[in-house]
């Protein structure tokens, strides 16, 4: 970049000194250019890679200050884990699987562009680039294998995606209901009842649980029980990630189940959510009990 990119405030506070060297008096900002200033999203330089049929692969950040920078990507697709709070601006690369990085992407021709994002509004910086990827050996997976190897990647992420959304439901049910439970108590004109149905929403979750990511008290005591949806999905991982090779039986096989199981438990917990805990919280707003979270009160005068 030949200058950096600036912000509204940025600009104004170059025009004031700029008034201040002239010995001028900078006129006072008003409440929408100031408001106007805290809104605005900080600019960006976006590098966007794109596969041959024009699909994009991945999208990274690079600095936005003046000067020559240097943005490495690590030739895999985004992470389809689910973003975390005050994450800030995605790295520009990623290295392991907690940069941001997902698996790897097949050998082939690219296409990158750079454009820079102001006020909402994107430009590009420069013509895009077309360059190849190209495999250490060539002798490791017939092109075939590539195609295959590229689909099942496809339905692993798809995979992924669904059983971190999952997880993440059912986990923040898991820290609901004891909350939900103890506002119920501390109601004097909730029913006995409305614990009781709260307790058995609980004993569902914790089967539902058990499915997705195995049997707590059994892996304290250091007991052997069946592989847990989470135990298959990361197996697979562990074995593609770093992997370039073809798609192994084993995991095909540990995908078939995992998909399978994983569509009786979201079908399980989609019931709970929408039938069972709507049930409950409705009765709750009924008979005065204390807002919990997740919950929307009802309001009429």
């Not at 010995?23 to 890679?49: G, R």
């Not at 209901?177 to 506002?183: D, G, Q, S, T, V």
Request: charged fraction near 30%; include cysteine.
């Amino acid at each position: 970049l030949k200058e950096s990119l600036k912000t509204k405030k940025q600009f104004r506070q170059d025009a004031e000194r700029e008034a201040e060297r002239k010995k001028e008096v900078p006129p006072y900002p008003t409440n929408e250019q100031l408001k106007a200033e805290a809104d605005e999203e900080p600019p960006s330089v976006i590098l966007t890679i794109s596969d041959s049929a024009g699909h994009v692969v991945r999208r990274l950040t690079g600095p936005a200050s003046a000067g020559i920078h240097r943005v490495n990507w690590d030739l895999r697709y985004p992470s389809v884990a689910p973003p975390q709070p005050d994450a800030g601006v995605p790295p520009a690369s990623g290295r392991g699987r907690g940069g941001g990085s997902g698996l790897p992407v097949l050998p082939g021709n690219y296409r990158i562009a750079i454009a820079k994002k102001i006020g909402g509004l994107t430009a590009e910086l420069a013509e895009p680039t077309e360059f190849s990827v190209r495999p250490l050996d060539e002798t490791q997976i017939l092109p075939a294998d590539r195609v295959k190897l590229a689909a099942f990647h496809q339905k692993l992420a798809r995979l992924q995606r669904a059983m971190s959304g999952t997880m993440e439901t059912a986990n923040s049910l898991n820290a609901r209901l004891p909350l939900m439970k103890r506002a119920i108590q501390e109601t004097p004109a909730a029913s006995p009842k409305l614990l009781d149905e709260a307790r058995e929403i609980q004993a569902k979750l914790d089967l539902i649980l058990v499915s997705l990511r195995g049997d707590p008290g059994l892996r304290a005591r250091e007991e052997n029980q069946l592989p847990s949806i989470q135990d298959r999905l990361g197996y697979i991982l562990s074995s593609q990630f770093a992997s370039s090779g073809p798609v192994t039986g084993t995991s095909l096989r540990s995908y078939e189940i995992a998909s399978k199981d994983l569509g009786v438990q979201v079908g399980e917990l989609r019931r709970l959510v929408k039938e069972d805990l709507a049930r409950l919280e409705k009765a709750m707003d009924t008979a005065g009990c204390p807002w919990t979270p997740g919950r929307l009160p009802e309001w009429k005068e």
